[in-house]
């Protein structure tokens, strides 16, 4: 969550970040889903044309969301498997990562999800399993006597002798999608949730039936609220949802918002505007292209968007990075190199993510469909010779990863490696896109293959066939053989026997398919004939198909060796931009993080400048504590209500608290006689429900004790408390405000709403709020802690260590002081003063938090150059938080201290295991094998670096651990 803009500029900045135009109607539409009790809708349907700002629209929604404190999660074709099957255990597995990482797991999805992984790779430990949906020509050529799927399900009885497990093999979508629905109802009663489906136009043929089954069934919360953005409405199954489903067809932009869009971004030359409107067509896609440059002038002579866009750029060589790297279908910085190939690659590909042309989507890089599509086009035709030069690098650069990863392994072995499938499927779209004769066979025979040893790399061959196919300028022939391979696959999928039979005849006439291929033909052929009546024919001759332990397996994940070996090109994880969904909101009562400890990572250089990526929130210091009943005194003493009062409870939804509210107004006065009596009654009420986290209850018996008697100051507090608890923080501080008029010196209501202000960033006002308290009860320790925080924030060092000083004079057994004092001093670099706090943190019997003191004095003994006394350190931290990255990131960094650089890479990979987006431990990993000049694994763990990172390529093009290894190819392509 940004810092709470403080001055013009910074609400500028932060607003311009975010420029939205138009859809007002869509968002008001969602934004009223929030104000009712029960939900209006439940499904929003967005649909539009390509470009017209439908993921912008659904990326909005999920800002709104997150405004309402609701949690969100993205899919899209990234997702998208060779089966419905994997397309929907990938869906459910993606979801279920994005709410892990802002501390909202799925259980018990996760944990059976974790279960299905480890009984595949019991499967994968086999020989040969019957496999059906890995081995097709198993399944099309067992006959009627002996179906696959009886083979299979023989299989898995004899192995798993528990039923769980076995549903979980047979059917893992049915298996798991029912703990995937309890855990997003067990998290949707406390805050609305929303899950976003891009892409539908993709995905919805795999994903349709599942999520109707979802929904229609009934089971999903109201709180669980779905959005689809496809190119069409939705079709005519989704007819019984109607009642609760919000149709958004998007129209392009008026003419209006598109200069009104323009202007924001500066450009008021009136020709240029009206060039804009002209090329965009309202399509907000385009128009931030065309907005993104600021050189070109109106009157341009130019033919179209992509000329215009082109021309208009304020480095004209950039064009040309443009188009070399559109012939790549993802793009990383290794990718970029291999497509742009010039002195200052590295640069040139920041500069382009930088533009609207890219998008990011699980780890990689690609362009909005539409504008490659037209930049393609434009390069086709203007130049093609150097659209050809870069597939061809590109398919050189894909065909040696590719054998590089299987040196000397069968086909069939390969197809058992996803890094291989992957990039021998992006050598096969290059090299058809240069009608490479030995690439087409070569696609058709691997294609045979894997029907028998990986099926679902055949379909994934068909697909890239087909956008080959639909590419400009295409050979015929590219064209006639997607018609026969698609029109094949179906057949096969389809057991039309008919087809199969044609397409056998055809692969029969040629006399380059290879003996494993041609042995494929041959059972097709044979059954095909048995299924149609027809007598055998001669069966060619072949030599027996290589036998090979991997050949039948289900592929384990690689966890680090190399980093970028993914399952396929099709991603599984979600895009970085959609990671950072919601920040996790820390209590002020936690010790600040502290700054790091190696000039090989900059995680923690400041709060202010690491990354969501790079930082990890510690746990809070002062676990908080059950709240204490809310005073019913009449006259609010100093200490009337725990400041810490509210707590990390499940939170309420907006709805609830709407509800709440409802309860605020204020009935004409009951006679004075009775007003002190009632209202306390009242308020005794309120307390009880108060300790029974009945909130709702309570502010209604708050409110009534209001009735009675407006000047209560302290039923004012303890109903702001409540809000709070159901995060209506609003509600709160007014709550709070109106005690603070009644009482001017209520100390309690002081402390209660700069919790509020600290919680929404507002650091001056909690500043103000807390040494009002103080003013009025300087003996407390705690308000002069949560000062220190805030002091903390500020960067003001100096006054936090002074604060944490005197809380501790106040109060010498407070833990949670030391430590924090320790923090502040380590932001000073005084690392042995740090030390004695941490020391004294540990000592006394009050600290809850060992593992963060063990952690940052740990930290300080790396600083002063003493590793084996922080390696000490971090185990015992490693003991209480054992999966917590960047405490194994900074074990690797004291073993690197002491020169012992295996186990500091086993420290780091331990850090990526658990928490594979923390890319500092990347980072020094490639230090770390840098220094034992192994070349390879460097150059890996950097690239992982900064893909997860671009800031890493500077540091690395610094840094002297890389000396050794910096003149190397790998390491060049890099910078």
Same mark, same amino acid.
């Given at each position: @969550?940004?810092?709470?803009?403080?001055?013009?500029?910074?609400?500028?900045?932060?607003?311009?970040?975010?420029?939205?135009? %138009?859809?007002?109607?869509?968002?008001?539409?969602?934004?009223?889903?929030?104000?009712?009790?029960?939900?209006?809708?439940?499904?929003?349907?967005?649909?539009?044309?390509? %470009?017209?700002?439908?993921?912008?629209?659904?990326? $909005?929604?999920?800002?709104?969301?997150?405004?309402?404190?609701?949690?969100?999660?993205? =899919?899209?074709?990234?997702?998208?498997?060779?089966?419905?099957? !994997?397309?929907?255990?990938?869906?459910?597995?993606?979801?279920?990562?994005? +709410?892990?990482?802002?501390?909202?797991?799925?259980?018990?999805?996760?944990?059976?999800?974790?279960?299905?992984?480890?009984?595949?790779?019991?499967?994968?430990?086999?020989?040969?399993?019957?496999?059906?949906?890995?081995?097709?020509?198993?399944?099309?050529?067992?006959?009627? *006597?002996?179906?696959?799927?009886?083979?299979?399900?023989?299989?898995?009885?004899?192995? +798993?002798?528990?039923?769980?497990?076995?549903?979980?093999?047979?059917?893992?979508? #049915?298996?798991?999608?029912?703990?995937?629905? &309890?855990?997003?109802?067990?998290?949707?009663?406390? $805050?609305?949730?929303?899950?976003? +489906?891009?892409?539908?136009?993709?995905?919805?043929?795999?994903?349709?039936?599942?999520?109707?089954?979802?929904?229609?069934?009934?089971?999903?919360?109201?709180?669980?609220?779905?959005?689809?953005?496809?190119?069409?409405?939705?079709?005519?199954?989704?007819?019984?949802?109607?009642?609760?489903?919000?149709? @958004?067809?998007?129209?392009?932009?008026? !003419?209006? &918002?598109?200069?009104?869009?323009?202007?924001?971004?500066?450009?008021?030359? /009136?020709?240029?505007?009206?060039?804009?409107?002209?090329?965009?067509?309202?399509?907000?896609?385009?128009? #931030?292209?065309?907005?993104?440059?600021?050189?070109?002038?109106?009157?341009?002579?130019?033919?179209?968007?992509?000329?215009?866009?082109?021309?208009?750029?304020?480095?004209?060589?950039?064009?040309?990075?443009?188009?070399?790297?559109?012939?790549?279908?993802?793009?990383?910085?290794?990718?970029?190199?291999?497509?742009?190939?010039?002195?200052?690659?590295?640069?040139?590909?920041?500069?382009?993510?930088?533009?609207?042309?890219?998008?990011?989507?699980?780890?990689?890089?690609?362009?909005?469909?539409?504008?490659?599509?037209?930049?393609?086009?434009?390069?086709?035709?203007?130049?093609?010779?150097?659209?050809?030069?870069?597939?061809?690098?590109?398919?050189?650069?894909?065909?040696?990863?590719?054998?590089?990863?299987?040196?000397?392994?069968?086909?069939?072995?390969?197809?058992?490696?996803?890094?291989?499938?992957?990039?021998?499927?992006?050598?096969?779209?290059?090299?058809?896109?240069?009608?490479?004769?030995?690439?087409?066979?070569?696609?058709?025979?691997?294609?045979?293959?894997?029907?028998?040893?990986?099926?679902?790399?055949?379909?994934?061959?068909?697909?890239?066939?087909?956008? =080959?196919?639909?590419?400009?300028?295409?050979?015929?022939?590219?064209?006639?053989?997607?018609?026969?391979?698609?029109?094949?696959?179906?057949?096969?999928?389809?057991?039309?026997?008919?087809?199969?039979?044609?397409?056998?005849?055809?692969?029969?006439?040629?006399?380059?398919?290879?003996?494993?291929? @041609?042995?494929?033909?041959?059972?097709?052929?044979?059954?095909?004939?048995?299924?149609?009546?027809?007598?055998?024919?001669? $069966?060619?001759?072949?030599?027996?198909?290589?036998?090979?332990?991997?050949?039948?397996?289900?592929?384990?994940?690689?966890?680090?060796?190399?980093?970028?070996?993914?399952?396929?090109?099709?991603?599984?994880?979600?895009?970085?931009?959609?990671?950072?969904?919601?920040?996790?909101?820390?209590?002020?009562?936690?010790?600040?993080?502290?700054?790091?400890?190696?000039?090989?990572?900059?995680?923690?250089?400041?709060?202010?400048?690491?990354?969501?990526? &790079?930082?990890?929130?510690?746990?809070?210091?002062?676990?908080?504590?059950?709240?204490?009943?809310?005073?019913?005194?009449?006259?609010?003493?100093?200490?009337? =209500?725990?400041?810490?009062?509210?707590?990390?409870?499940?939170?309420?939804?907006?709805?609830?608290?709407?509800?709440?509210?409802?309860? *605020?107004?204020?009935?004409?006065?009951?006679?004075?006689?009775?007003?002190?009596?009632?209202?306390?009654?009242?308020?005794?009420?309120?307390?009880?429900?108060?300790?029974?986290?009945?909130?709702?209850?309570?502010?209604?018996?708050?409110?009534?004790?209001?009735?009675?008697?407006?000047?209560?100051?302290?039923?004012?507090?303890?109903?702001?408390?409540?809000?709070?608890?159901?995060?209506?923080?609003?509600?709160?501080?007014?709550?709070?405000?109106?005690?603070?008029?009644?009482?001017?010196?209520?100390?309690?209501?002081?402390?209660?709403?700069?919790?509020?202000?600290? $919680?929404?960033?507002?650091?001056?006002?909690? #500043?103000?709020?807390?040494?009002?308290?103080? &003013?009025?009860?300087?003996?407390? /320790?705690?308000?002069?802690?949560?000062?220190?925080?805030?002091?903390?924030?500020?960067?003001?060092?100096?006054? /936090?260590? *002074?604060?944490?000083?005197?809380?501790?004079?106040?109060?010498?057994?407070?833990?949670?002081?030391?430590?924090?004092?320790?923090?502040?001093?380590?932001?000073?670099?005084?690392?042995?003063?740090?030390?004695?706090?941490?020391?004294?943190?540990?000592?006394?019997?009050?600290?809850?938090?060992?593992?963060?003191?063990?952690?940052?004095?740990?930290?300080?003994?790396?600083?002063?150059?003493?590793?084996?006394?922080?390696?000490?350190?971090?185990?015992?931290?490693? !003991?209480?938080?054992?999966?917590?990255?960047?405490?194994?990131?900074?074990?690797?960094?004291?073993?690197?201290?002491?020169?012992?650089? *295996?186990?500091?890479?086993?420290?780091?990979?331990?850090?990526?295991?658990?928490?594979?987006?923390?890319?500092?431990?990347?980072?020094?990993?490639?230090?770390?094998?840098?220094?034992?000049?192994?070349?390879?694994?460097?150059?890996?763990?950097?690239?992982?670096?900064?893909?997860?990172?671009?800031?890493?390529?500077?540091?690395?093009?610094?840094?002297?651990?890389?000396?050794?290894?910096?003149?190397?190819?790998?390491?060049?392509?890099?910078?």
């Amino acid at each position: @969550m940004a810092l709470e803009a403080q001055t013009w500029g910074d609400l500028l900045r932060q607003r311009s970040s975010h420029l939205f135009v %138009g859809r007002e109607q869509e968002q008001e539409t969602f934004r009223l889903n929030f104000i009712y009790a029960v939900p209006k809708f439940l499904l929003f349907a967005i649909h539009g044309e390509p %470009g017209v700002g439908k993921s912008a629209l659904m990326a $909005r929604f999920r800002r709104i969301t997150q405004e309402h404190d609701g949690l969100t999660a993205w =899919v899209n074709s990234t997702q998208l498997g060779p089966t419905p099957r !994997e397309t929907q255990l990938r869906t459910m597995r993606a979801i279920a990562r994005q +709410f892990a990482r802002v501390d909202t797991p799925l259980l018990p999805f996760e944990d059976g999800y974790a279960e299905y992984e480890t009984a595949l790779e019991s499967v994968a430990a086999d020989a040969a399993p019957p496999i059906p949906h890995l081995n097709l020509l198993h399944t099309l050529t067992s006959g009627a *006597d002996a179906p696959a799927d009886a083979a299979w399900r023989t299989y898995v009885a004899e192995k +798993f002798s528990n039923p769980n497990l076995r549903a979980l093999i047979e059917t893992p979508v #049915q298996a798991l999608s029912r703990p995937f629905v &309890e855990a997003l109802n067990f998290r949707a009663p406390t $805050r609305p949730l929303l899950l976003c +489906f891009d892409d539908w136009e993709q995905t919805g043929a795999h994903l349709s039936d599942w999520l109707l089954e979802l929904l229609a069934g009934g089971k999903l919360h109201v709180n669980v609220w779905i959005a689809l953005a496809g190119e069409t409405p939705l079709e005519a199954i989704w007819e019984p949802l109607r009642p609760v489903v919000a149709p @958004m067809p998007l129209a392009p932009l008026t !003419e209006e &918002e598109t200069r009104r869009y323009a202007r924001a971004k500066s450009i008021t030359e /009136a020709s240029r505007l009206s060039d804009i409107w002209t090329f965009s067509k309202g399509l907000p896609i385009w128009l #931030q292209v065309l907005t993104s440059v600021q050189r070109g002038h109106g009157g341009d002579l130019a033919l179209g968007p992509v000329e215009r866009y082109l021309k208009w750029m304020d480095v004209p060589h950039r064009s040309e990075i443009v188009l070399r790297c559109a012939a790549a279908r993802w793009l990383d910085a290794e990718i970029a190199a291999a497509a742009i190939q010039s002195e200052d690659e590295a640069e040139h590909f920041e500069w382009l993510c930088s533009t609207p042309l890219l998008e990011r989507r699980n780890g990689h890089w690609q362009y909005h469909p539409l504008l490659r599509e037209k930049i393609l086009s434009f390069a086709h035709q203007q130049f093609a010779e150097e659209l050809r030069a870069t597939h061809r690098r590109l398919y050189d650069f894909y065909r040696r990863r590719a054998e590089a990863e299987v040196s000397g392994a069968s086909v069939a072995h390969a197809l058992h490696n996803p890094a291989w499938r992957a990039d021998k499927l992006e050598a096969l779209y290059h090299g058809l896109m240069l009608d490479d004769e030995a690439v087409i066979e070569e696609g058709g025979e691997i294609f045979l293959i894997a029907l028998e040893s990986y099926a679902p790399f055949a379909g994934a061959i068909v697909a890239t066939w087909q956008e =080959v196919a639909d590419s400009p300028m295409t050979p015929s022939r590219i064209i006639e053989w997607e018609r026969t391979l698609a029109t094949s696959w179906g057949a096969l999928r389809g057991e039309n026997w008919e087809e199969i039979l044609a397409f056998c005849n055809i692969v029969r006439q040629r006399n380059d398919v290879g003996p494993e291929a @041609m042995d494929v033909v041959a059972q097709l052929h044979a059954r095909a004939e048995r299924e149609l009546g027809l007598e055998l024919a001669p $069966r060619p001759t072949s030599t027996p198909p290589e036998t090979d332990v991997g050949r039948d397996g289900i592929p384990t994940r690689r966890i680090a060796n190399p980093p970028y070996a993914e399952e396929t090109k099709v991603l599984e994880e979600p895009p970085q931009e959609q990671e950072k969904e919601a920040e996790e909101e820390a209590d002020v009562d936690r010790a600040v993080e502290p700054d790091g400890i190696s000039k090989e990572t900059e995680e923690a250089a400041s709060p202010s400048e690491a990354t969501d990526e &790079e930082t990890e929130i510690e746990p809070e210091l002062e676990a908080p504590t059950p709240p204490t009943p809310p005073s019913s005194e009449s006259e609010p003493p100093a200490e009337e =209500v725990e400041e810490e009062a509210v707590e990390d409870t499940p939170e309420a939804t907006e709805s609830e608290v709407e509800a709440a509210e409802e309860t *605020d107004e204020v009935s004409p006065e009951a006679s004075t006689s009775e007003k002190t009596e009632d209202a306390e009654v009242y308020r005794e009420r309120g307390n009880a429900h108060f300790m029974k986290r009945a909130y709702k209850q309570a502010i209604e018996a708050y409110s009534r004790a209001l009735e009675v008697n407006p000047q209560d100051a302290v039923a004012y507090n303890n109903r702001g408390l409540c809000y709070a608890q159901l995060k209506g923080f609003d509600r709160a501080i007014e709550n709070y405000t109106r005690a603070i008029e009644i009482h001017p010196r209520y100390a309690s209501a002081y402390k209660n709403r700069a919790w509020i202000y600290a $919680r929404q960033r507002n650091y001056t006002q909690a #500043q103000a709020d807390y040494s009002r308290a103080l &003013e009025i009860n300087p003996q407390d /320790a705690k308000a002069y802690n949560d000062r220190g925080n805030i002091h903390i924030q500020l960067e003001a060092y100096d006054q /936090a260590i *002074d604060d944490y000083t005197e809380a501790i004079r106040c109060n010498a057994q407070y833990a949670v002081a030391h430590l924090n004092r320790g923090q502040a001093l380590m932001h000073q670099s005084a690392y042995e003063k740090a030390i004695a706090d941490f020391d004294q943190a540990l000592a006394l019997p009050q600290n809850k938090a060992d593992a963060v003191a063990y952690h940052f004095r740990g930290r300080a003994y790396a600083q002063l150059g003493q590793p084996e006394q922080a390696l000490a350190d971090y185990e015992q931290a490693l !003991e209480e938080r054992p999966t917590y990255a960047p405490i194994h990131n900074d074990y690797g960094l004291a073993y690197v201290q002491l020169e012992q650089y *295996d186990a500091a890479l086993a420290a780091y990979q331990m850090a990526i295991e658990h928490n594979p987006q923390f890319a500092p431990a990347y980072y020094n990993a490639a230090c770390a094998a840098a220094l034992t000049q192994d070349a390879k694994a460097a150059c890996d763990w950097l690239k992982r670096a900064i893909d997860e990172h671009p800031k890493y390529r500077s540091m690395a093009r610094k840094d002297s651990d890389f000396d050794a290894i910096r003149a190397r190819p790998c390491f060049q392509a890099l910078l």
